[in-house]
């Protein structure tokens, strides 16, 4: 019913720009940066919190849900062509309770909705635009919404977002009760997704074949470096997924993964030379929109910063090679003079846009080079080395970029070329920075300027890395030696600390400690980071199955609560918390730091063996501990029954196999219990039947072709019912032209488990296909 209003949008004209004399909002007395860039809008937006849920619930309203960050491209976008259209506002304003979310500020919120929207079959995004209950359960979403509809093609329009309101307002109308039960759906199968290790069931030990699968998964470009995929040549955006290629590095250094190192130096030197490196500045930009790390998305975060020096910092040990020393010291020369406060702590992060436009900031007309760089052979040369022959930005614009690193001998005769044009961009309009201080985010600088220090023996980016670490252990942390969060200000007040930390924030600041403990003469830092980590153990440990929480045991509840292991654009907190954990104890030697790194490990131990590449810092904690004695008293082999299951998924494993021509769920169900066959020929049961959904690429596929098979037949007083026990396999037929290009297939399984006295809990359990 909704599907059609589910979109992955494009952009259009860019509307004006907010008007600064409007009157303000409720977020006008915010200290987020992001939440005062809509201050003036005139949709009435509320902040999170008791208000506007309260609202929401007496007037029975639907909650527009906008999650953005300060540096968000499209977010801006959005802004101007919709929440600045007077038209538009005024219809959010009578039929919803409209909320605005610095995803920064409340990575909670944004991680449980933007899993909802991903498990409703849309792809994830910012800005993330969510329809809710009035109990703020997710009805349905998208990212980024046009103001109008769009046709693309004679058969295809894209919904704009006054459409969009139009429609969630006769659905809300007429069909209510439809509405609000496809929110209790999302909703259990977002808890569902959020648990989903829990609710897994290992399959095989943790050893050295964890490690070189998650090798193999990556494919990599021979020509320009980087993951992608073999299939489509390699084209399509390449990010830096940081955490990914801290592990392939490290592995790499094996003497059997030669080839891997290969790769690995190539796509660390196609980055630097590449136009996602800023040449000028210093300082990497988000990632690139095409194969050859040319055209960038121009925003400069604090955390890509921080992992692009760690990891180069460690390259550089291993390998000295000039490239790697020069992108770590220009990066770090870029952060002191354009994202550190004269306290010493670090800022947040750099738009990418200026005067309205995305890149403007860092990109050259012909014109302009020209009269800038003038017409010498020198000039010449200087135009040939950085790719300034060409327009390689929209046709018509220049991105500096490199093809090899630079002699010596050029890298003198072009500096007074750099630094004519440095001097020039500095005086245009420059990105908006944001200013908050994220302790976890300055956890990760702390840790680069420490890596910097102790593989450079520079002394200056060391005391850079504990200036920080001592305001934000003084500033951040509140009587009780909880963290907060953010440190900022409403205008015209005084900046201060506030919220409740997440988990993090105390794994990212640990592991800067531990950082500097590296290179200290006293064990300063390491008593730091033993309290912090107390701290952490009290309020975001799962002490029933391991691992941690994101947010604290007392932090507000959402209708979900999410407990990631997943590495992305950013190391997951409890990939870093478990690698604390590990070096707590090589430093300490107390046992009980290891048991917990242990206990990480085996709370992801389904995730590690299933689908490790998603959690590469987790495999290279595996890899430290397989060095050092291995795992201790792990006695389980991953298909044993427990001694007490709570829900169906303790007792079922499902695999998800490809064929030639079909693909193969295979369910086996431990000794003693079964499952409903589908069909269950008991209308009585039929919500009780297996049933399943196959994804791809994170949609649903309309209907895909199942083969049940029969099952065995139970005669009861109440009437007659098929089951399934021991070992069954379910074939399941898709269409060649919807897996062709496909990169992940993937079946959700839903089992109700019972045994001749009692049913467990039903499970919705998700396998990728392998």
Known sequence: MLRCIFAAMFASSLAAAADPKAAPNRLAKESSPYLLQHARNPVDWYPWGPEALAKAKKEGKIIFL?????????????ERETFENAEIAKMMN?????????????????????????????????????????????????????????????????PGFKSIIERVNVLHKDKKKELYAQADTIAERTVLQLDRNAKAIAVGKLDKEVIDDAIAVFQFDPIHGGTGSKERDFNGTKFPRVAALEMLWRQSLKKENAELKKNVDLTLEKMALGG?????????????????????????????????????????????????????????????????APEGYFYSALDADSDGHEGTFYVWSEKELGEILGNSPEAKAFRKAYALEKPNFEDKSFILRLDRPLTDEEKKTFAPFKAELFDVRAKRNRPFLDTKLITAWNGQMIGAYAAAGAVLKDKKYTDAAAKAAEFVLKTMREKDGRLQRIYSAPPGEKASAKGIAFLDDYAFLIDGLLSLQTDAKDDRWLKEAEALQAIQDKYYLDDKRGGYFNAAHDAEKLFARSKDSYDGAQPSGNGIATRNLFYLWRYSKKA???????????????????????????????????????????????????????????????????????????????????????????????????????????????????????????????????????????????????????????????????????????????????
């Open 94 to 158: 009578e039929h919803f309770v409209c909320i605005k979310v610095d995803r920064e500020e409340r990575p909670d919120i944004d991680d449980v909705y933007l899993t909802a929207l991903q498990v409703s079959g849309s792809n994830g995004g910012w800005p993330l635009s969510m329809f809710l209950t009035p109990e703020a359960k997710p009805i349905f979403g998208g990212t980024y919404f046009p103001p109008a509809d769009k046709k693309i093609s004679e058969e295809d329009t894209i």
């Open 66 to 78: 906008s999650i953005g960050y300060s540096a968000c491209h499209w977010c801006h976008v959005m």
């Open 276 to 340: 996602i490196y800023d040449h000028l500045g210093g300082g990497f930009h988000r990632y690139s929109t095409e194969r050859t790390w040319t055209v960038p998305h121009f925003e400069k975060m604090l955390y890509d910063q921080a992992q692009l020096v760690e990891l180069y910092a460690e390259a550089y040990q291993k390998d000295p090679k000039p490239e790697y020393k020069r992108v770590i010291e220009e990066t770090l020369a870029f952060v002191a003079r354009e994202m550190t």
């Open 592 to 770: 009980e730091y290891r048991n917990r790194c242990e206990q990480c490990l085996r709370a992801n131990h389904a995730t590690l063996r299933s689908n490790p590449s998603s959690v590469p810092v987790l495999v290279n904690v595996l890899d430290l501990v397989l060095q050092n004695g291995g795992l201790k008293d792990e006695t389980s082999t991953g298909n044993e029954q427990p001694k007490k299951p709570l829900e169906s998924a303790d007792v079922v494993k499902v695999a998800f196999k490809r064929g030639v021509d079909s693909f193969q769920i295979d369910i086996d169900i431990a000794k003693g219990w079964h499952i409903y066959a589908n069909p269950v020929e008991n209308k009585e049961l039929l919500e009780s039947a297996t049933q399943i959904e196959v994804l791809i690429d994170g949609k649903v596929v309309a209907m895909p072709a199942f083969e049940y098979p029969k099952g065995e037949s139970k005669k009861e007083k109440t009437g007659d019912y098929r089951i399934y026990e021991g070992k069954i396999q379910i074939v399941v037929k898709l269409r060649e032209a919807d897996t062709k290009d496909a990169k992940v297939i993937a079946a959700l399984v839903k089992v109700i488990a019972c045994d001749d006295k009692n049913c467990l809990k039903p499970s919705t359990i998700k396998v990728e296909a392998k």
